[in-house]
């Protein structure tokens, strides 16, 4: 009869899978290594949408930041302003004496140098949003490949143990099958096979 075996409690199962798997006493564990290790044993999930979770916590003036870098950064700015230019110098060149800003177009470049004040730090302030947007992806990743390779390892032990147990059975019944055989043969004979060879 065979002993019953005491369900180990979900301390005593991280304590387990933290030294067999990370080779860590549970008290060395990282915040984020322990979060997996509870994740792995509860067989939960650890996939996550870090873009809409990044995008849920956005402030306006973030998602305002956002939309001026990418409309500054996109084709549709460049041309636009493009025209706006040529159109202004080709406006101030026609006109001549009478235009509103005549050669050497010294408003033309107040405006220009105020839009690059303006729009320099609002990319600058998207740029660290997607900095800190990739920290985040980063730290999930990690957390991701961490969980799968403590899955690959916990599967490599579960093989490992079934081929064992086969392997058991498979000495097992060459055993019995050896005794059976010693049996017969010393039947066939009269006498015990030990004997003859003495």
């Known amino acids: 009869m065979m002993a019953e ?10 304590i387990t899978a933290a030294e067999r798997f990370l080779g860590k006493g549970e008290t060395a564990l990282s915040e984020v290594e322990r979060q997996v290790l509870e994740q792995a044993i ?24 956002d939309g001026v870098a990418s409309f ?18 080709g406006i101030n060149l026609l006109l001549s004496q009478s235009a509103p800003d005549p050669y050497p177009f010294i408003f033309l470049n107040l405006l220009l140098s105020m839009l690059a004040a303006v729009q320099a730090p609002v990319i600058m ?6 900095a800190a ?6 730290s999930h990743d990690y957390e991701c490949n961490l969980k799968a390779e403590i899955e690959i390892m916990a599967l490599h032990d579960k093989v490992d143990q079934m081929r064992n ?28 096979a030990a004997t003859e060879s003495k």
Do not use: C, H, Y
């Open 72 to 89: 500054g950064g996109s084709w549709t700015f460049l041309s636009s302003f493009g025209v706006v230019l040529v159109g202004w110098v």
């Open 42 to 65: 509860g067989k939960k999930a650890l996939a996550l949408d870090t873009s809409a979770v990044f995008d849920e916590r956005a402030t306006f003036g973030q998602r305002l930041a």
């Open 165 to 192: 147990d086969d392997l058991k059975q498979v000495i097992a019944k060459q055993q019995a099958q050896l005794d059976l055989l010693t049996r017969l043969v010393e039947s066939q004979l009269g006498k015990p």
């Open 133 to 138: 947007k990739d920290r985040l992806v980063t």
């Open 5 to 14: 075996s005491i369900p180990m409690t979900d301390t005593e199962k991280l």
């Open 125 to 130: 302030m998207s740029q660290n949003r997607q």
